[in-house]
């Protein structure tokens, strides 16, 4: 990744002598989008009531998908059936919801698989994550089966959480190093990086990933938790999953700046723009980031356009969005677009094993929807486990060794370890 910055020396002014200490510092932002699209939202005002409308060129050509510097035939095949999985997942959730066996509310990432699946898919089986509710497809990436989720948002006795929450609250810090997703936007940041730090303390550098959407980066705990990786030069890869909406507030009253990628600059870290419909952008992203990140250079902000084609839970219809907005996108649906890649330009998968493979997805999710419907609810005593600490359920075990220790030469002296006295 080019970097971001570049400082000029301090010239001497035109009598020959040199000027107080100052600097002109050029930034720069890549974008690596083959496509910037030409249009704003406004409000219009009518009364006491408003509408959003919107203008621009609606009707540009799609983009073909960009070649990856990385990905084999058969990366590219499987990031593909994961957002397949993702995307079929989540249609099964719906149709859950709507025959009452879903429990609360359920939260999808309808045009975000790409961002999802593809990102996760560039981390090491070493490296952290921590997604978002709309994050669902970087769950199957990472080892965990479609029914968890279903059982999840049902509440069984099956689910990550036997049945304690109605959401995709869970985690698991033994096998896969996921943390668990929080309803507090922007938390998860501070979170990440201390998880960063903590593995440095243990003598490994990590990529630690997590996410959050451009009105949760208004938070001021984005804010805390970019700047201490910065300061602290921690492996934190962000994604900004610029989706246009923050539940029903448009990006266009929701920040000044033309593109959040900018914000970069101001933590003094690497900013990429991408389009988050395009796998291979997002993987490569991904993956020179975190490659960044195991190199101990530190955080990277990747700022993925696209659009939630959804509301902000299944009980928001969305009608504020203007329906041309949700016409231009969908032309620009991940999948439609990486299977066009796929099967017609690169001819990786003929008609049939597309088909094929298409077929296997949905039997899969049918399969694991039947072990989640099937799955009991939780009986009622079983609600007395984990409300208390019991059998050394707060022990956790360093990841990757102790750190280094150094004694002082009085053997009776305390022991010292020269990663709690200087964190860098």
């Not at 921590?130 to 479609?146: E, H, K, T, Y």
């Not at 509301?311 to 219809?317: E, K, L, M, P, V």
């Amino acid at each position: 990744m080019n970097s971001l910055m570049s400082n000029h020396k301090n010239k001497p002014s035109p009598n020959g002598k040199r000027q107080h200490k100052s600097s002109t510092r050029t930034y720069s932002i890549p974008d690596y989008r083959l496509e910037v699209p030409d249009y704003i939202v406004r409000q219009v005002r009518s009364g006491d009531e408003f509408r959003y409308e919107v203008e621009g060129d609606l009707n540009t050509p799609v983009p073909p998908i960009r070649d990856s510097n990385y990905l084999s035939k058969q990366q590219c095949i499987e990031i593909y059936r994961y957002m397949l999985l993702n995307r079929r997942m989540e249609t099964a959730l719906e149709n859950l919801y709507k025959q009452g066996k879903v429990v609360g509310g359920v939260y999808f990432g309808l045009g975000q698989e790409a961002c999802s699946c593809a990102s996760a898919y560039a981390l090491d089986k070493d490296d952290w994550f921590a997604p978002m509710i709309r994050n669902q497809g970087s769950l199957l990436v990472r080892g965990f089966r479609a029914s968890d989720t279903m059982m999840q948002y049902m509440a069984k006795a099956g689910s990550p959480t036997k049945g304690r929450d109605g959401t995709s609250h869970f985690g698991d810090i033994e096998k896969r190093n996921m943390v668990s997703p929080i309803s507090m936007l922007g938390d998860l940041i501070p979170v990440l990086s201390g998880v960063a730090l903590g593995a440095r303390l243990q003598g490994r550098n990590i990529a630690v990933m997590t996410y959050i959407g451009d009105g949760g980066q208004s938070t001021g705990v984005t804010y805390e938790g970019i700047n201490f990786a910065a300061v602290q030069n921690l492996g934190l890869v962000l994604f900004i999953e610029s989706n246009l909406w923050a539940y029903s507030t448009p990006s266009e009253m929701q920040y000044r700046v033309k593109d959040l990628a900018e914000r970069a600059i101001g933590y003094g870290i690497p900013g990429v723009i991408i389009d988050g419909t395009d796998a291979c952008q997002v993987y490569d992203a991904a993956r020179e980031a975190v490659e960044r990140a195991h190199g101990g250079e530190g955080p990277t902000l990747i700022e993925a356009k696209m659009m939630r084609m959804k509301g902000h839970a299944i009980h928001d219809a969305a009608d504020y969005v203007p329906k041309p907005l949700f016409d231009y996108w969908k032309k620009r649906d991940p999948i439609t677009r990486f299977e066009n890649y796929l099967v017609r330009e690169k001819k990786w998968l003929s008609a049939k094993e597309n088909a094929d493979l298409i077929a296997e997805v949905e039997r899969v999710i049918e399969e694991e929807r039947e072990i989640a419907v099937n799955s009991p609810m939780p009986t009622p005593e079983s609600a007395e486990g984990g409300v208390y600490c019991e059998d050394g359920c707060h022990v956790i075990k360093p990841k990757y060794g102790l750190p280094k220790v150094r004694t002082t030469k009085s053997s009776a002296g305390p022991k010292q370890t020269e990663a709690a006295v200087h964190l860098k």
